[in-house]
């Protein structure tokens, strides 16, 4: 049904067409009017939907989380779009790798229904002038190194809220800060929409899976596993009782700066919905890093209940 | 239906209830998850839902909204809202006139199908966080005068919007910019909705109505006709060829400067879309107006295209 409009307006920002791979069918757009079509065929059949928001270049982690939306849902778009406005100015932007093809492939394998591929110009206007802003939650952790990055966020999570209109949407906990804001962006704008979060899944040696893994080289790799380690040893402390933030803060930033290749950015402990900075744990505790790895930012985090 | 949920945790904040007057039936509600819970019911009957945004205080030009929204739709929601986060420090909001069982006479004389009057506890949690904000079209006009009230407008039209999920929602022209930037939102933020303008709805001798016309005395009553006097004779000029915004401004200013009671908050010609000033008229132009009358701050414009 895609491939029809390929001739109008869009043809030259956007694409469209049908993966057919081992008879499996699965449809990519590039297109707005495209997913909403398609969505809204799937609500007159009474189907439910479910939105797995990813920048690309996906990964067993992204896969856990289509998997789990296959699962709960009767049908399930992928969205793969680096977006531009959540990268800061000097951050990786051109960098960040990008690899369809390969996301197809997982996507079809893993039984998703349709990915959402857009141009920057079909989600930007260039007049585009409406941002989502959180205060609060967005503040600390990452937002203080990326002062930006949870605005654009917010921002394009809401369009993607808005073009697929899915009945759930399931996010990492890798990213616990984003999944903090997107929960309370859903509460506080009243969006009739199921927040899942999915816990992080780790390579064989402890390494958070992330898509920026692959800018380190083979020492940076080896010096990334400082991160986990920290947390392993951090959620050992708390398991064994420990509840005062320094002690437990203190001794996992020294396992990362044994590693002469590793630079803290933050080692932070605060509540896991509001982002507020503890001094003791209690109640459902986040305590989140990020650290450079080389020129490479990399984060890594546990939440437990206490 | 409403009525059950009553004892409910939200019964202290909210109310709920069925107004039966002459026969007609027409429900209001103070709680969100019950507008949800009717819409979606509506939805699954296949129906279409309008809604009318309002502060409440309901007249002619309410009205003339809620008239195209019942000729337009299945069933019509009129919210009944004074939003607090759009009004400023020093602005309205305590003495910005209630009288909700008027109201509801006026909404079922026309045929409105439910009304949505939360408290603001309903609308804003304590720890309330998330905002919709705009540049470029929310900054000039109004928006230099009272520069937090169109992050206000968006962020309740847009909880509105998610908590209604209307087909079609309606606004006065009277509050163009308020129009532009709803249009901006919506487009950029990709929500499925289409926007509906009025025209704006006058008093016999001319005067643009409006809520807080309520503020005014009799001798400020008489000297607020400067207001549409302006406009007319704004209209006029541009009818009879003027494209000069100079000219066209200037003039508009002399009829309000000589009324003592009035004082110039500003008087300008835009882009009706962008808000971008313009020095000639072309295209879809917004030739708008805000004036204290004593201490009243009252609005006009005109849009022509030329």
Redesign the interface.
């Known amino acids: 049904m895609f491939a029809n409009k390929l001739a109008g307006r869009y043809a030259c920002i956007g694409f469209a067409g049908v993966v057919r791979i081992g008879g499996i069918l699965m449809e990519i757009t590039g297109l707005?009017d495209e997913v909403?079509k398609q969505v809204k065929e799937w609500r007159r059949q009474g189907l439910t939907v479910g939105l797995v928001p990813t920048m690309g270049y996906l990964h067993e982690g992204h896969k856990s989380l289509i998997d789990r939306a296959v699962a709960e849902n009767d049908r399930v778009v992928v969205s793969d779009f680096v977006n531009p406005i959540q990268f800061g100015v000097n951050e990786d932007l051109d960098a960040y790798p990008r690899d369809i093809e390969a996301d197809k492939r997982l996507c079809r394998q893993a039984g998703a229904d349709l990915i959402f591929h857009p141009e920057p110009e079909e989600m930007y206007?260039p007049?585009?002038?409406?941002?989502?802003?959180?205060?609060?939650?967005s503040e600390g952790l990452c937002g203080k190194t990326r002062p930006t990055h949870f605005k654009g966020v917010?921002?394009v999570v809401?369009?993607l809220f808005?073009?697929v209109?899915p009945d759930r949407a399931y996010f990492g906990q890798k990213d616990a800060q984003q999944l903090a804001v997107i929960r309370?962006?859903v509460?506080?704008?009243?969006?009739?929409i199921q927040i899942v979060g999915c816990p992080i899944i780790r390579e064989a040696d402890g390494l958070a899976k992330s898509s920026r893994n692959t800018y380190l080289n083979e020492e940076e790799r080896r010096a990334a596993l400082v991160l986990s380690r920290a947390v392993f040893h951090g959620e050992e402390m708390m398991k064994n009782g420990e509840r005062d933030a320094d002690t437990i803060l203190s001794q996992m930033r020294k396992i990362i700066e044994a590693e002469p290749l590793a630079r803290i950015d933050y080692v932070e402990m605060t509540d896991a919905d509001?982002i507020k900075p503890l001094a003791r744990a209690q109640g459902r505790v986040l305590t989140a890093m990020a650290v450079y790895i080389g020129t490479t930012r990399l984060i890594d985090n546990f939440i437990m209940e206490v």
Chains 1, 2 share one sequence.
């Open positions: 707005i909403r206007a007049d585009f002038s409406t941002y989502v802003e959180m205060q609060k939650v917010c921002t809401c369009k808005h073009i209109m309370r962006m509460r506080d704008l009243d969006m009739d509001s």
